[in-house]
């Protein structure tokens, strides 16, 4: 995980050499279409439903197009590889359990969640599932144009079985339960007995199953169902994200025994693939 630093500080010095150079180093400068989807031609690297503006964490989501232009799909396609082709015969087994977090609110989770699983879906011939497991801001019913009716929360509880809260999405064989309702808070619903039911349940019923988790760095949600997972990813906003956040992030996950198998870096700017960077 020290490359996730080096490339930090690799970052802030590119941060600190653009403005130096002119260029807009803030965030939104290219005419507020977000850092890091622009092409040099201007056009955006993703193709939106809605022509978007600057991320507003307050804006209710839309539904996401996942017709990725070639470098965003060729950059989530390395992190597949890191992450499915194991290294040796000692490598530790493929996680099939991944929990994505990051260090607080608006850093991509909820993106990289639902693009991930997309590309993953289309590599491998199994069935995958989204699972939002961040019961603070869910989104992933938006992202996925899904209702949110009973989900995740309902599972743990066993207050539904898993058939009635999968639902598909225009992906095929790519699923999501969304959050669901409880009278617990998300810390006591992932700390309860449930969770290993419902684990189990979604091992045997998908061949991955990606969680979108609650930011490391603002709520504990994360650290006690993510170490109940095989791993972990760690989303960084590229010109957001500070080191010591990251750093914290990681201190907090690792504490509790989380397995990280890496780190996406949304949102960079400049070179391509610009938009994702694998850091394993
Ligand atoms: N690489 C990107 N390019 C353009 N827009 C992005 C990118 N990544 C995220 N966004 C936008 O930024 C906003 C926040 O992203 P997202 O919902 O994925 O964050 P999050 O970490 O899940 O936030 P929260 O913790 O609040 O759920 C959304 O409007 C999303 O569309
Ligand atoms: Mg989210």
Redesign the pocket.
């Known amino acids: 995980m020290s490359r996730i630093y080096d490339a930090l500080k690799k970052l802030e010095a590119e941060r600190r050499g653009a403005k130096g150079n002119g260029h807009n180093g803030g965030n939104g400068g290219n005419g507020g ?5 622009r092409n040099g031609n201007g056009r ?1 690297r ?1 193709r ?1 439903r809605f022509g ?1 503006t600057q ?3 307050a ?1 209710p ?2 539904a ?1 197009d996942f017709r990725l232009g070639p470098e965003v799909e060729e950059a989530y396609q390395r992190l597949g590889t890191n992450l499915l082709v194991a290294p040796g015969p000692d490598a530790p087994p493929v996680p099939r359990l991944l929990g994505v977090a ?1 260090s ?11 693009v991930f699983a997309s590309i993953l879906v289309r590599r491998r011939s199994g069935r995958v599932a989204v699972v939002e497991a ?1 019961l ?4 992933c019913d938006a ?1 996925f144009g899904v209702a949110r009716n009973g989900g995740f929360a309902e599972l743990i509880e066993g207050r539904a079985e898993l058939p009635a809260v999968v639902q598909n999405t225009a992906i095929p064989n790519l699923f999501v339960i969304t959050s669901g309702q409880t009278a617990l808070g998300p810390s006591a619903l992932f700390d309860s007995d449930g969770v290993a039911v419902a684990l189990t349940k979604l091992r045997e019923a998908f061949d991955f199953v990606l969680f ?1 988790l ?2 490391v760095n603002v709520y504990s949600d994360a650290s006690i169902l993510a170490p109940r997972l095989d791993a972990a990813l760690i ?1 960084i ?1 590229a010109d957001r994200t500070r080191i010591p956040d990251v750093e914290r992030t990681r201190r907090t996950l690792e504490r509790v025994g989380v397995r990280l198998v890496g780190s996406v870096l ?2 960079r700017r400049d070179y391509i693939p610009a ?2 960077e694998e850091l394993l």
Do not use: M, Q, Y
């Not at 603070?136 to 989104?139: E, F, K, N, V, Y």
């Open positions: 279409s977000g850092n890091g989807k955006s993703w939106w978007r991320r507003r964490e804006e989501r839309v996401l990051a607080r609110h608006g850093e991509g989770t909820t993106t990289t969640v639902a961040n603070r801001t869910p989104s992202v979108d609650a930011p989303v906003e949304n949102r938009f994702i």
